[in-house]
């Protein structure tokens, strides 16, 4: 079994380290890394080809900042994983790996008509589970008024923190069982070969924001399913890239982002 796994830089170099000491040595052989290099000024992202000569590590540089999805599709596009893996992985830098992670995948009995698998994801340090992300698709009202909300900074200020209260006073450490839902969570994504080669794309028409969405959709466009598998653990170090940009950019960027979303998946009759 083979095991493909990208990682979007932007000035995480450090943290893209710590995610492959995660890895336990005995699975090095089986696994390529590819590190899609975003950052804006230069790093020193070829130094991990260095400091892990034992792994097969390919520093990626496109010209320009691709966002997240879209670095992605740029691996993908280099490594054609339809041909080559049975796993491959999007990941923040910001994902420590279980022990027990790949030995559980190398084994994993995956259902015929799964395309992704969505692990479960503990994020730190609100202790929250975020899978499953979307377990139906929401309807259109909720997705409209979130619109709302990030057309104004002050009205997505206050959003922000009610939903941190939320996390703290209704925080949820222990997982749910394993279930088939409609979105994971987009700090690792695991794309079964399924998905490529029943022509699932990864060719994301936004920059940043709603890629669960996209990849949900995508699975629905070929008639495949996502699941939720509670024993795959990781561990996401929260927002360690988006919190670089400040509170007014966040909104004004996931909102265009969610308006192409809404218009595209939810209000298709809309001219």
């Known amino acids: 079994m083979n095991i493909g796994i990208v990682c979007i830089n932007f000035h995480c170099e450090e943290y893209i380290s710590q995610l492959i000491k995660s890895i336990p040595d005995n699975f090095y052989y089986n696994l390529d890394i590819y590190i899609v290099e975003n950052s804006i000024n230069l790093t020193n992202v070829d130094s991990l080809k260095n400091e892990f000569r034992e792994l097969n590590i390919s ?44 030995k559980i995948l190398f084994n994993y009995r995956l259902e015929k008509d799964v395309a992704i698998i969505a692990p479960n994801i503990l ?48 925080k949820k450490s222990n997982s749910e069982n394993s279930m088939h839902i409609y979105a994971p969570h987009g700090s690792l994504i695991i794309f079964c070969k399924e998905y490529f080669a029943s022509g699932g794309s990864t060719n994301y028409f936004n920059f940043l924001w709603g890629e669960e969405f996209f990849v949900a959709e995508e699975c629905a466009r070929i008639n495949k399913k996502i699941y939720f598998e509670d024993k795959l653990n990781v561990l996401h170090f929260e927002h ?31 001219k």
């Open 59 to 102: 520093i990626l540089k496109p010209k320009n900042n691709l966002g997240y999805l879209g670095g992605f599709n740029y691996a993908v596009s280099y490594s054609n994983p339809k041909d080559k893996y049975d796993y491959f992985l999007l990941a923040n830098p910001d994902i420590k790996f279980s022990e027990t992670f790949f």
């Open 123 to 170: 994020n730190m340090p609100s202790g929250k589970r975020a899978n499953p992300f979307l377990k139906k698709k929401p309807n259109k009202a909720k997705i409209y008024l979130l619109l709302k909300v990030l057309s104004s900074p002050y009205l997505y200020y206050i959003y922000t923190k009610l939903s941190i209260l939320k996390n703290y006073f209704l």
């Open 240 to 270: 360690s890239t988006t919190n670089l940009l400040g509170l007014t950019s966040r909104a004004k960027m996931q909102r265009k982002s969610l308006k192409k979303i809404f218009y595209k998946y939810f209000a298709k009759n809309h």
